[in-house]
């Protein structure tokens, strides 16, 4: 087989047949319903669509394999606890195609590379082990045992246990993750990259710094009571819509929003709930009270002149700070003020490219109220100066004692539905001490305490060849990280390269000198082991951790679950010098939970507390105004503006989801809320800029960035005019991951910059 990583990790550069339609402005509703259905009723059984949307977030069921938004904690809605992307998602995982041995005996590896991202996620449920020895073209069937051994060789051959890169996708529940990540240390590295790495890292180190947890402070209940929400950098009406609903009550309470993105989403300006027959009929509620199109990565420039006037309000008048919350509970406000004033006003606001009339807008809300609940995602986390970005926003909450009390705090809202509960139960490479002795006060052997690679340096540590073994524990990998040839390359130098999926995805097609695909059951699946049909859990975006039990009968016999993946490489791999019975935990999943107690603060009575219907909250000091902070208190922070500035011939880019995607998984191929359809290779741009560089609409482009003296180029985009700030424009990824360098990251975080990328737009 040749060599040709570049070839097969790129998305093809072919054009379909792009329709552009102005987009709608209204969400949800009749249209959500028809993509559903339709998506559905094409991939899925009908008897399996039937039990699934009987079951889905529902009391006793399985939890939604996409996004982490949380289901109440009371009745309910016996509709269906779920969203449009939410059914797209199951249609994905639990798609009728079943493929095996005859596929890959028919398709070679090289022209399966071929296929857009959308083909080869439709191309079916992977359905038996595969193996591509070195060499060879296609993919060849495998027994589970040889395929255990086979990875088993590979590690015990290193010369180092930390030759070997261990990642994790946000899907894998708390069982398969705790002992993903006690295998790893038991073979003695901590080289323990995961998906966090590259969304919400700046968040958590934000938080554990300001408020001594690296997790939000709010509940769906606090949403339901908050005065104003802020939501920043997000798109809620596609990355996770169930969201709305919950606006929609803060709305109904009396509540206000604002919104803060470079585009106007129509996901957060009008949501039409489906659940509700009396809205289908009257067109739906108006979500956001002032829209505010910040220049990308404009933010913390936009908070700081928040931040001038109320402090300019607080010194004239008194009374809009929270004094008596900042005298008792915070650290650092005499820094934070005098650093504050060296700040222009004008400037400020004049970088964040928002307008006075809408600052002034803003400034009323905040101003006048104190239960104020911050949301944010990507579009504040994947920037260089992403620390500071979250940061600022804590100030802001710390001035006006909106932490730690009814309807405020912090919500940063994640992606994939575990990626919060897999850093609870270890998968960190940086663990703390505490962690790390406890897991040698348990078990019996000493963790080591070199903190390993994140997703940055273990993609460096393979191109390097100082890493050699790369195994994946769920995820696209290629698809997701940042500047793709470069990465492709670094998996190509590996002597293997492992991935657990439920379906085929590009990073399969992207492989070491050996490589192994395993196949594994989907959230929506009975797990069968010895003592019964088994029940796993999950963390969601609010701390809760609920259970999760499959109802659909595994789509392959040849199917086991990512526990017993786990379980089966661990006894292969360290054999008798295991102070650790793997297969033990393979037949009862409550054993892995008892451990769990041991191990992990806050899982007390573990197994009889995940009976309980709604799950159970894990303690969240920042919810009570408990800082564990290293000063005992929440933490006012100082914080630049982002130094950088555009040439004349660039604009800045940020890389967004299509609404038919979900992180790498592409659903379809509309972009229905953006009106665009038929087409991802596009760029959306302000149209202003169109024309002074003599753009039409969908003229061809080539686009180019350039960091550190590096240039990489995207090829065959269209341009499409959109109402964006100026100087700033916005594709699919991954289409333009190859434009993201892999040296900007966030400082401290290391959390890529997809969000601010410089780049010029050439006619082809």
């Keep these: ?31 959500a319903l028809r993509s559903a259905v339709g998506m559905v ?49 199951i249609a994905e995982e639990a798609q009728k195609n079943i493929i095996g041995a005859d596929f890959f005996a028919k398709h070679s590896v090289n022209e399966l590379a071929e296929l857009s991202d959308f083909e080869i996620g439709k191309s079916g449920r992977l359905a038996e082990p595969m193996f591509l020895p070195e060499g060879a073209t296609h993919y060849q069937p495998i027994s589970w045992e040889d395929a255990f051994n086979k990875v088993g060789v590979h590690l015990n051959g290193l010369n180092s246990p930390d030759e070997a890169v261990f990642y994790t996708s946000g899907r894998t529940t708390n069982e398969a993750a705790f002992l993903y990540q006690l295998f790893v240390r038991e073979y003695g590295t901590a080289n323990l990259p995961d998906c966090s790495n590259m969304c919400h890292e700046a968040s958590g180190k934000a ?72 809205k289908m009929l009257t067109g739906g509620t108006e979500l956001t009270d002032v829209f505010v199109p910040v220049t990308i990565n404009g933010d913390v420039a936009f908070f700081k002149a928040i931040l001038l006037r109320l402090l300019e309000k607080e010194e004239q008048e008194g009374h809009v700070f929270d004094k008596q919350f900042i005298e008792d509970h915070t650290s650092g406000y005499d820094a934070f003020v005098k650093d504050l004033k060296a700040f222009n006003f004008n400037e400020c606001l004049r970088l964040s490219g928002v307008s006075i009339e809408t600052f002034d807008k803003v400034f009323d809300l905040i101003l006048n ?51 919060q509960g897999d850093r609870t139960v270890g998968i960190w490479e940086a663990a703390p001490q505490a962690f790390l002795d406890k897991i040698e006060n348990k078990y019996g052997f000493k963790p080591t305490t070199k903190h390993g690679y994140s997703v940055i340096e273990a993609i460096e540590g393979m191109y390097k060849k100082e890493a050699k073994v790369f195994f994946g524990l769920g995820g696209n990998f290629i698809s997701a990280v940042p500047d793709t040839n470069y990465s492709a390359q670094a998996l190509a130098n590996c002597n293997l390269t492992v991935h657990v999926s439920t379906k085929l995805n590009r990073s399969h097609l992207v492989t070491g000198k050996e490589a192994l695909i395993l196949p594994c059951l989907g959230r929506s699946e009975k797990d069968y082991q010895k003592t019964g049909v088994q029940v796993q859990s999950v963390e969601n975006s609010m701390g809760i951790v609920s259970s999760t ?98 040439k004349d011939d660039e604009l800045i880019m940020m890389t967004i989801r299509s609404h038919d995607q979900f992180n790498t998984t592409i659903y379809g191929l509309d972009d229905r809320y953006r009106g665009i359809f038929n087409e991802r290779r596009i760029i959306m741009m302000n149209r202003e800029d169109m024309k002074e560089r003599g753009l039409e609409e969908q003229q061809v482009v080539r686009l180019k960035s350039e960091y550190n003296g590096v240039v990489r180029e995207a090829n065959k985009f269209k341009v499409i005019g959109y109402d964006i700030p100026k100087n700033c424009c916005a594709t699919y990824f991954p289409e333009t991951n190859v434009l993201v360098p892999l040296d900007s990251y966030a400082h401290t975080a290391k959390t890529p910059a997809s969000k601010s990328i410089r780049i010029t737009v050439d006619k082809v």
């Design 549 to 646: 039990k499959g109802v659909l009968e595994p789509c392959s016999d040849s199917l086991i679950s990512e526990v017993a993946v786990v379980c089966g490489i661990a006894n292969a791999t360290l054999k008798d010098r295991s102070k650790i019975n793997w297969l033990e935990y393979k037949d009862d999943y409550s054993l892995v939970r008892d451990d769990i107690e041991e191990v992990v603060d806050g899982f007390g009575d573990y197994n009889t507390k995940l009976k309980q219907p709604s799950g159970f909250y894990l303690p969240n000091g920042a919810r009570i105004r408990e800082f564990k902070t290293k000063t005992g208190k929440a933490n006012f922070t100082t914080n630049k503006l982002p130094d950088w500035k555009l």
């Design 207 to 278: 938080l554990s710094e300001t408020l001594g947890i690296g997790k939000g402070s709010v509940t769906l209940d606090d949403l339901y009571k908050a005065e104003v929400v802020m939501v920043v950098g997000q798109n809620p009406g596609t990355n996770h819509p169930r969201m709305l609903v919950a606006l929609e009550k803060c709305k109904k309470n009396g509540g206000k929003i604002i919104a803060i993105n470079p585009l106007e989403e129509v996901g957060f300006m009008k949501f039409t709930n489906p659940q509700n027959p009396l």
């Design 369 to 419: 109220n104190n239960k104020i609940i911050i949301c944010w995602a990507m579009g504040l986390t994947q920037h260089e100066n992403a620390v500071d970005n979250i940061r600022e926003l804590v100030n802001l909450l710390l001035l006006k004692g909106s932490i730690g009390k009814e309807g405020a705090g912090t919500c940063p809202v994640r992606g994939h539905s575990n990626v």
């Design 41 to 89: 009723s094409k991939y899925m059984k009908p008897i399996d669509a039937l039990k699934i949307s009987t079951k889905m977030n529902q009391k006793g069921g399985f939890d939604c394999p996409g996004c982490a938004w949380p289901d109440p904690d009371d009745d309910r809605s016996i509709l269906g606890e779920y969203c449009e992307n939410g059914m797209k998602a």
């Design 1 to 31: 087989m040749s060599n040709t990583p570049q070839k097969k990790a790129a998305t093809p550069e072919v054009f379909l047949d792009l329709k552009v339609t102005k987009p709608p402005k209204n969400s949800v509703g009749f249209g």
